[in-house]
């Protein structure tokens, strides 16, 4: 199992919001990254370093934190948004890195 | 713009090891640290291992320890990363990605390569 830990998946009405939430004694410490993966595709940052989002990422994708628990929330969701979400940071145990294990996001 | 290009993909036998390599351009390839994550098919990401930018400090996952070696070439702005003794589980496409930090409290990847399929079959 995963240092980082994610719902397997979400579902949620088009337009509305969704959080995607990633759980670790790490991110305590660490801010979490966000990563979108579509399928047959590489993964896409989508935000880093608690709530920056690279340029050509719509405003509607947001981070924040809180303990141990760190969330994605997309505020109006589009069709577009359905996909596979993952979380980064630095493990608990010195020089690794871990990814969530994902969470699947449907947009109904 | 900065810009990662791997290697083609590979087919390989059980116990047979591999050597993908990934070409950066667009960025000071020197500056910076670079990782191998890889992904099974219908499974998630899984961050494999790590290069600093003058390529004399690694570090793997535990999993990958003393299966994979990850190298590096300055001179040609080239990242490697070999993985020994192939099982059919190493099937997977393999990515190398840049990395980025604020401090000592925020990492991201970012960009990707295409990704190298590699299959291990008999």
């Known amino acids: 199992s995963s240092e980082l830990t994610q719902d397997p998946a979400v579902s949620v009405a088009l337009g509305q919001t969704v959080r995607i939430t990633c759980q670790g004694d790490?991110?305590?410490?660490?801010?979490a990254t966000w990563f979108q993966q579509k399928p047959g595709q590489a993964p896409v940052l989508v935000i880093y370093a608690k709530n920056n989002r690279p340029s050509g990422i719509p405003d509607r994708f947001s981070g924040s934190n809180s303990g141990n628990t760190h969330s994605l929330t997309i505020t109006g969701a589009q069709a577009e948004d359905e996909a596979d979400y993952y979380c980064?940071?630095?493990?608990?145990?010195?020089?690794?890195?871990?990814f969530g294990g994902g969470t699947k996001v449907t947009v109904l | 713009q900065a810009q990662l290009v791997q290697s083609g993909a590979e087919v390989k036998e059980p116990g047979a090891s591999v050597k993908l390599s990934c070409k950066a351009s667009g960025f000071i390839f020197s500056g910076y640290y670079m990782h191998w994550v890889r992904q099974a098919p219908r499974q998630g990401l899984e961050w494999m291992g790590i290069?600093?930018?003058?390529?004399?400090?690694?570090s793997y996952a535990q999993k990958f320890q003393g299966r994979a070696t990850v190298t590096r070439d300055t001179s040609t702005s080239t990242v490697y990363m070999e993985l020994n003794s192939l099982r059919y589980e190493d099937t997977a496409v393999y990515y190398c990605?840049?990395?980025?930090?604020?401090?000592?409290?925020?990492?991201?990847?970012?960009?990707w390569g295409q990704g190298t399929l590699v299959t291990v079959s008999s």
């Open positions: 290069i600093n930018p003058s390529g004399s400090w690694t």
């Open positions: 790490s991110l305590r410490n660490y801010f």
């Open positions: 980064y940071s630095r493990g608990i145990s010195g020089n690794r890195w871990v």
């Open positions: 990605v840049r990395d980025q930090s604020i401090g000592d409290y925020a990492w991201w990847l970012d960009p």
